[in-house]
């Protein structure tokens, strides 16, 4: 009977130690209230031993610009107890055309992102990737949009414009349309839609719900569960295209880079002099690596390079109860004058599986691709409407350097496939 009871007590024990709790504030639409998504998000947690607590403001055809005006929406999230707030915008506007996304979706999801870091210390945004409509987007296509025609079409602008926005905010991504996209292609007698081809199904939802869980939690979603009214079969599926394209990928949806406590800005103020400013609250201890080989304890410092280059700059503190480490890219172009402002050019991810994304304004050559024996090898630069792509796919693993050009200045960015 001892030995029942303590076998008993060293499960129940097993099982607390792993649990997780997380503070969510879902803010969206439809997509997001339609079969009660983050309730489904709710069981799926509770099925792996961990809590998920959570509020929902959901306007049908809201937009993000919609939701940084509304004072519900913004007093919520200054109640600064959230470990996320997921951010969902409405269908369409992502593949809208790249002067409309710049001045309708961008300012916003910029202005959220912002009132979400200053108010939550130890928390951060998501952002909730949706999908292309089923058979594209019929109405603005016959507009003149005819990049959303098709499914494929529609898809894979809503899938730049929401990676743009997660890097461009320093935020998450949680990649719901990228696990529908796989379920249409592995599995497509699975019908992710209601009847309009839009809005999602129960699977639908049972999709995004896996996809979200993954991202919250950080946990093989093979583990839960929680079927909801799926078949088994198809249960198990879809968790198994979540697990491999969202937690065997955490890096991709920019949870390593992102997913932390830890914030600075700089700027270049001349002579090849970078200020450096700590954004982290509630810290007490400071590591800075400036890349070069420097180090500092500083708050707030200053340095000063002695070659130009791209510097790889983190900042480790102690916020929140842990160590986390927050990383940027520094590009020092030239020394003894006053440096443009940096981060113009952004490459991510990095790692890369398939191709690095490079947004960017400029007119940009890329000269050569690298390995790290210095052999070249074939690329191809491909020009997308927020800057370029250069597939990596066809690659093996290993370490690249990619040498491009704007204007009459090179850099070279250090590339690492995984």
Same mark, same amino acid.
């Given at each position: 009977m001892k030995k029942t009871l303590l076998l008993l007590f060293l499960i129940s024990f097993s099982l607390g130690f792993g649990q997780i709790t997380k503070n969510v504030?879902?803010?969206?639409?439809?997509? /997001?209230?339609?079969?009660?998504?983050?309730?489904l998000v709710k069981n799926i947690a509770a099925s792996t031993g961990d809590i998920l607590t959570y509020q929902t403001h959901a306007e049908g055809g809201a937009r993000l610009k919609q939701h940084a005006a509304n004072?519900?929406?913004?007093? $919520?999230?200054?109640?600064?107890?959230?470990?996320?707030?997921?951010l969902q915008e409405q269908s369409q506007i992502p593949s809208f055309p790249d002067t409309f996304v710049q001045?309708?979706?961008?300012?916003?999801?910029? %202005?959220?992102?912002?009132?979400i870091k200053n108010s939550n210390s130890c928390g951060n945004p998501m952002f909730f990737m949706t999908w292309?409509?089923?058979?594209?987007?019929?109405?603005?296509?016959?507009?003149?949009?005819?990049?959303?025609?098709?499914?494929?079409? *529609?898809?894979?602008? $809503?899938?730049?414009?929401? *990676?743009? *926005?997660?890097l461009l905010n320093e935020s998450l991504v949680s990649p719901v349309g990228?696990?529908?996209?796989?379920?249409r292609q592995q599995h497509a007698a699975m019908d992710l839609y209601s009847a309009d081809g839009s809005h999602p199904s129960y699977i639908g939802s049972m999709a995004a719900a896996y996809t979200i869980y993954t991202i919250l939690f950080k946990k093989d979603p093979e583990m839960a569960s929680f079927n909801g009214n799926l078949t088994i079969t198809e249960a198990q599926a879809i968790k198994s295209i979540v697990k491999n394209t969202v937690f065997d990928n955490l890096n991709t949806w920019l949870v390593g880079a992102n997913d932390v406590a830890s914030r600075f800005t700089h700027q270049i103020t001349g002579n090849s002099t970078v200020e450096f400013t700590n954004q982290t609250q509630n810290a007490t201890t400071f590591s800075w690596?400036?890349?070069?080989?420097? $180090?500092?304890?500083?708050q707030n410092p200053t340095h000063t390079y002695t070659a130009s280059g791209s510097y790889e700059v983190s900042l480790t503190t102690n916020a929140c109860g842990t160590n986390s480490t927050k990383t940027k890219s520094v590009t020092i172009s030239s020394l003894g004058t006053k440096e443009e402002p940096?981060? %113009?050019?952004?490459?991510?991810?990095?790692?890369?599986?398939?191709?690095?994304?490079?947004? /960017?304004?400029?007119?940009?050559?890329?000269?050569?691709?690298?390995?790290?024996?210095?052999?070249?090898?074939?690329?191809?630069?491909?020009?997308?409407?927020s800057g370029y792509t250069l597939p990596m796919h066809?690659?093996?693993?290993?370490?690249?350097?990619?040498?491009?050009?704007t204007g009459e200045k090179d850099y070279t960015q250090k590339i690492i496939k995984k």
């Open positions: 504030f879902f803010v969206g639409n439809s997509y /997001t209230y339609t079969n009660n998504l983050p309730e004072p519900l929406v913004t007093t $919520t999230i200054n109640q600064g107890n959230w470990d996320y707030v997921v001045t309708e979706m961008h300012p916003y999801a910029k %202005q959220l992102a912002e009132l292309g409509y089923k058979s594209g987007d019929a109405t603005n296509c016959a507009n003149g949009n005819t990049a959303v025609c098709t499914y494929e079409g *529609m898809d894979d602008l $809503t899938y730049n414009r929401y *990676m743009d *926005m997660a990228k696990v529908w996209r796989m379920i690596n400036f890349g070069d080989g420097n $180090t500092s304890t500083l940096i981060n %113009q050019i952004q490459l991510y991810p990095n790692p890369v599986q398939d191709a690095i994304h490079i947004i /960017t304004d400029q007119k940009l050559s890329a000269t050569s691709l690298t390995d790290a024996s210095g052999r070249t090898v074939i690329f191809q630069l491909e020009k997308t409407e066809h690659l093996s693993d290993g370490v690249y350097f990619l040498k491009y050009k």
